[in-house]
T-cell receptor, first 114, second 115 residues
Framework: DTAVSQTPKYLVTQMGNDKSIKCEQNLGHDTMYWYKQDSKKFLKIMFSYNNKELIINETVPNRFSPKSPDKAHLNLHINSLELGDSAVYFC?????????????FGQGTRLTVV | AQKITQTQPGMFVQEKEAVTLDCTYDTSDPSYGLFWYKQPSSGEMIFLIYQGSYDQQNATEGRYSLNFQKARKSANLVISASQLGDSAMYFCATHSGGSNYKLTFGKGTLLTVNP
């Protein structure tokens, strides 16, 4: 009964390929996010969606395209993968982005581009 | 824009002792929230504790408490009676009125609990 689940957990792919990471939350939250954690463990917001609408795009290259078919899902598609895209990608969701409710995170997807 | 500073890249503590992890923040918004997350070596992000800028009392959750000093813009995490399972990365984060739809994280502190 995972609250925020993302697949796959590990993804190894070659430069230039296109890949997708899927995320689903069963918490009934309105807001979902994608965060990137680099090799130094620094976490940075990439996108946030509220009720399927894009709210934040934090100067992410347009090779990254999020898609929210409904408010329970936020998938991340990455085109033309580069070595620098290697990182851990976290999906998260929260009920009230401006309030005291915390963001719940998925287990992360470790992307390695070779 | 918000900023979180965690000045301790690594900390060591003996089992059963208390430890304080430092966090200072910078925001111009009068309304903001402060969060602490734990990331064990297995990689998941675990929410620990929340403090709102208008909360009068310091937040507590079990062995975790947040030492909130608004004038100093600090939100230190105190872990009492450390356990071996507390060994992990700890991240301080904030969201504020102008940027509710994202958390801004600090660089983290790696806590090691020694037996």
């Amino acid at each position: 009964d995972t609250a925020v689940s993302q697949t796959p957990k590990y993804l190894v792919t070659q430069m230039g390929n296109d890949k997708s990471i899927k995320c689903e939350q069963n918490l009934g939250h309105d807001t979902m996010y994608w965060y990137k954690q680099d090799s130094k463990k620094f976490l940075k917001i990439m996108f946030s969606y509220n009720n399927k609408e894009l709210i934040i795009n934090e100067t992410v290259p347009n090779r990254f395209s999020p898609k929210s078919p409904d408010k329970a899902h936020l998938n991340l598609h990455i085109n033309s993968l580069e070595l620098g895209d290697s990182a851990v990608y976290f999906c998260a969701s929260s009920q009230d982005p401006g309030g005291r409710t915390e963001a719940f995170f998925g287990q992360g997807t470790r992307l390695t581009v070779v | 824009a918000q900023k979180i500073t965690q000045t301790q890249p690594g900390m060591f503590v003996q089992e059963k002792e208390a430890v304080t992890l430092d966090c200072t923040y910078d925001t111009s918004d009068p309304s903001y929230g402060l969060f602490w997350y734990k990331q064990p070596s297995s990689g998941e992000m675990i929410f620990l504790i929340y403090q709102g800028s208008y909360d009068q009392q310091n937040a507590t959750e079990g062995r975790y408490s947040l030492n909130f000093q608004k004038a100093r813009k600090s939100a230190n995490l105190v872990i009492s009676a450390s356990q071996l399972g507390d060994s992990a990365m700890y991240f301080c984060a904030t969201h504020s009125g102008g940027s509710n739809y994202k958390l801004t994280f600090g660089k983290g502190t790696l806590l090691t609990v020694n037996p």
